[in-house]
């Protein structure tokens, strides 16, 4: 099926137009079934944090790197103004919303991408796509990101065909919009600039291939120098500061689905004479410039994963269903005298698409716990064990807790604090002290081995744990851990973990494995100590701490 007409779009045929509405119908289900069965996330607690603090002041969302992609935080908390509820249903229903409203809308602006059926097709994959389902059941900018990145890409479309600065001024102010929504959409940018590079030229000539290069060597030099001296996310830049290609890939993978990703390459190489010259090199852009510099950072500078690039995904349904059309085109024949070998083939890659995200689907609903470890489960069970005592917890995710066990924390600004829960974070600093603060003499910063170094204990993860102990014995709480293994992993010195299985009570293990990464969690409840034997005629004693005291 050739490409729609290019300055006006057709009516859609009937036949398709209710195919795109059964996508809509099947992406409403998928999106809306289970909406609140699924525990936060340290992402969507995060989201809700900052859609529940102040917005001015010290703490306050304006003064934090989040103020540079609000658009998410101010609908929530817009939203929660109008009387919407706090609880995992209501935070992810304006998401989900968004991505049920994206599928007829990816399948109208693919028209003059790849056709109808195409289009169509692409609406389809974005339906049944396990992880399109996971953002739009997060409450989390990556979905409106999505929704401006496709917008983005057929103004870019009108734009490459026509040219024109108004129309190049409103697919930047659309791609502006995506990064009010998440900084990530800003990878369409560095796409466009290579496009008006080589946009005019009526082939890829040495001159052309230059510029390409040259723009390839900028962004894997350049790159990772303007991120660490410009970028604004400098919290981001500290917090994934381990960078692994292999992690992205490995993400990348996982996420697209290694069929689609070829799919789309596929697709690419098979339209490009029916979409002509310069639409080709502006999917080729768009697609590959994000890509490859979200390598080059996760080679170089911090940690990335397949989420930051989901400016691309669009691109990449639109142009796997522009494969399952030339497929099906083949095995009906409309293809000049299609070989055998070459309708099966086709006839594989018309349902393998589909099917493969179909067979994904189920294990998302079912053992995988929609992608998200179980922490509502893992402090409901600590409350239970526990029955009414006060309770102090330390875990990997400090924001998780804060959701689950004091929700209010956070709209009552700065040093509130609770009666009965007390939420601390184990972190490295936690284990090894507090190094690099100032001097109070030279103004530099102090080597944790220093005498001026503040410790607030002794060195290593069983000191760490006997140091909550009498925190929360002095405060009258039960002490209670919280991790997955991974993050336990990262702060352990070799000590935490059997201090975890000498002195604490496993009162729950809730496993979820989300593809290579292992969500299952472990609740931890200080074991009572054991009294020591008593002398005829002494008075009971003992510290209560773990392992001596």
């Known amino acids: 099926m050739r490409p729609a007409p290019r300055d006006a779009l057709p009516p859609l045929a009937a036949p398709l137009r209710w195919w795109l509405l059964l996508a809509t119908a099947a992406a409403a289900v998928l999106r809306m079934w289970d909406l609140g069965t699924w525990s936060l996330w340290i992402d969507e607690a995060h989201t809700f944090r900052d859609a529940t603090i102040p917005l001015y002041g010290e703490g306050g969302l304006l003064e934090q790197n989040r103020a540079l992609y609000p658009v998410p935080f101010l609908l929530l908390r817009g939203l929660f103004a109008l009387g919407l509820g706090q609880d995992e249903t209501a935070l992810r229903l304006p998401f989900a919303l968004v991505g049920i409203a994206t599928v007829p809308l990816l399948g109208w602006w693919g028209r003059r991408l790849v056709g109808d059926g195409g289009a169509v097709v692409a609406a389809w994959l974005c339906a049944v796509h396990p992880w399109h389902v996971f953002w739009s059941q997060n409450a989390r900018g990556y979905g409106l990101a999505f929704l401006c990145a496709a917008w983005a890409t057929q103004l870019a479309d009108r734009w490459a065909e026509h040219g024109g600065a108004r129309r190049l001024l409103a697919t930047l102010a659309v791609v502006c919009l995506g990064m009010l929504c998440h900084p990530t959409t800003g990878s369409l940018a560095l796409g466009l600039v290579v496009f008006a590079l080589v946009r005019r030229a009526p082939r890829l000539g040495p001159t052309q291939v230059a510029v390409l290069a040259l723009a390839a060597v900028s962004v894997l030099f350049g790159l990772p120098l303007a991120l660490v001296a410009w970028s604004p996310y400098e919290d981001f830049l500290r917090a994934k500061a381990n960078p692994s290609l292999v992690h992205f890939l490995q993400t990348t993978a996982f996420y697209y689905r290694p069929i689609l990703l070829l799919a789309a390459l596929v697709g690419w190489l098979g339209i490009q004479q029916r979409i002509g010259a310069v639409r080709s090199r502006l999917l080729a852009c768009l697609a590959g410039m994000p890509l490859f510099a979200l390598a080059v950072v996760g080679a170089s500078v911090a940690q990335t994963t397949a989420r930051y690039s989901i400016g691309v995904f669009p691109l990449i349904l639109w142009l796997g ?95 509130a604090t609770a009666a009965t829960v007390q939420i601390h974070a184990l972190t ?23 005498p001026e170094a503040v410790r607030l204990h002794a060195p290593g993860g069983q000191n760490h744990l006997r140091w ?70 002494e008075a009971p004693g003992g510290t209560g701490l773990p392992g001596g005291g």
């Open 321 to 415: 269903g522009a494969l399952a059309v030339q497929a099906g085109a083949a095995v009906r024949g409309v293809a000049p005298r299609p070989a055998l070998r070459l309708r099966v083939a086709g006839a594989l890659a018309l349902l393998a698409l589909p099917l493969e995200c179909l067979a994904v689907l189920p294990g998302y609903y079912l053992d995988r716990h929609g992608d998200r470890g179980r922490w509502r489960e893992a402090f409901a069970a600590a409350q239970a064990h526990l029955a009414g005592q006060p309770i102090y917890v330390v875990t990997v995710a400090q924001p998780i807790a804060t959701y689950y066990l004091q929700r209010q924390r956070w709209a009552a600004g700065p040093g």
């Open 468 to 537: 909550h102990a009498a925190a929360a014995q002095k405060w009258g709480g039960r002490l209670v851990v919280v991790t997955t293994l991974p993050e336990l992993a990262e702060f352990d010195d070799g000590e935490l973990a059997p201090a975890l299985q000498r002195d604490f009570d496993l009162i729950e293990h809730l496993p979820c494995f989300v593809g290579p990464k292992d969500e299952s969690l472990y609740v931890y409840v200080l074991r009572p100590p054991s009294p020591p034997p008593r002398v005829p005629g």
């Open 428 to 450: 490295r600093w936690g284990v090894q002290g507090l190094p690099n603060r100032k001097s109070n003499t030279t103004g530099e910063a102090v080597p944790d081995s220093s």
